[in-house]
């Protein structure tokens, strides 16, 4: 149980563009979901924090233009990058916590890299 | 002074040795306290997860809290190469203590190598 999917698990896109990461929870509803950035050999950055149906909170330093992120469902998150520049480029994982008071669990990870 | 410190290693023991791992933290309001494991490459993997102070076992691991210290440990027993990743302490205050949405806060992790 508390298996949480992101989608794509890669992706190469051209600097100006914009990407769109998806993170699924599977098999529980997702009350909050989490969005974090991780460089090489370092720990999670926290980004936002997201609750169903209601606007995120994002992280001193996160520009909310730049990292849109929707919480459509319970069981669905998504992250858009909008205009990415080489800079964007890093490890982007979600995580996930339900309605107990346990913890989140998390995706794979999506690797993002702009040219 | 960080809210969460862990020694970032490298630590490299032997398999079948015993790994002890450990953070301090220096927020009082910290009741949850969980222990994840990183592959390279890879999401988080939860491992351990206690609330308040005491120990957990689970096959060959330990975690134990010790609130009034503000010290937590995961120890691994018959450590083999597979479990040789990033290990990265986690604790939350809970609605309960103020803490929104059980954010996590993290130690900057400590990597292991079990060598065969």
């Known amino acids: 149980g508390a298996v949480v999917s992101q989608h794509p698990s890669w992706v190469i896109c051209k600097s100006g563009t914009s990407v769109k990461i998806e993170c699924r929870s599977l098999?529980?509803?997702?009350?909050?979901m989490f969005w974090y950035r991780q460089f090489p050999k370092q720990s999670l950055m926290l980004m936002a924090t997201s609750n169903e149906g209601s606007k995120a909170t994002y992280e001193q330093g996160v520009e909310k233009d730049k990292f849109l992120i929707n919480h459509a469902s319970l069981t669905l998150s998504t992250l858009t990058v909008t205009s990415a520049h080489p800079e964007d480029s890093s490890f982007y994982i979600c995580?996930?916590?339900?309605?107990?008071?346990?913890?989140?669990?998390f995706g794979p990870g999506t690797r993002l890299l702009v040219l | 002074q960080k809210e969460v410190e862990q020694d970032p290693g490298p630590l490299s023991v032997p398999e079948g040795a015993i790994v002890s791992l450990n953070c301090t933290y220096s927020?009082?309001?910290?009741?949850?306290f969980m222990w994840y494991r990183q592959y390279s490459r890879k999401g988080p993997e939860l491992l351990m997860y206690?609330?308040?102070?005491g120990n957990k076992e689970d096959g060959r691991f330990t975690a134990q809290v010790d609130k009034s210290s503000k010290y937590i440990s995961l120890f691994i027993r018959d450590s083999q190469p597979s479990d040789s990743a990033t290990y990265l302490c986690a604790m939350s205050a809970g609605v309960r203590s103020g803490g929104s949405n059980y954010k996590l806060t993290f130690g900057k992790g400590t990597l292991l190598t079990v060598n065969p």
């Open positions: 098999d529980f509803q997702a009350t909050t």
């Open positions: 927020n009082s309001a910290f009741q949850y």
């Open positions: 995580s996930a916590r339900g309605w107990g008071p346990e913890t989140q669990y």
């Open positions: 206690t609330y308040s102070s």
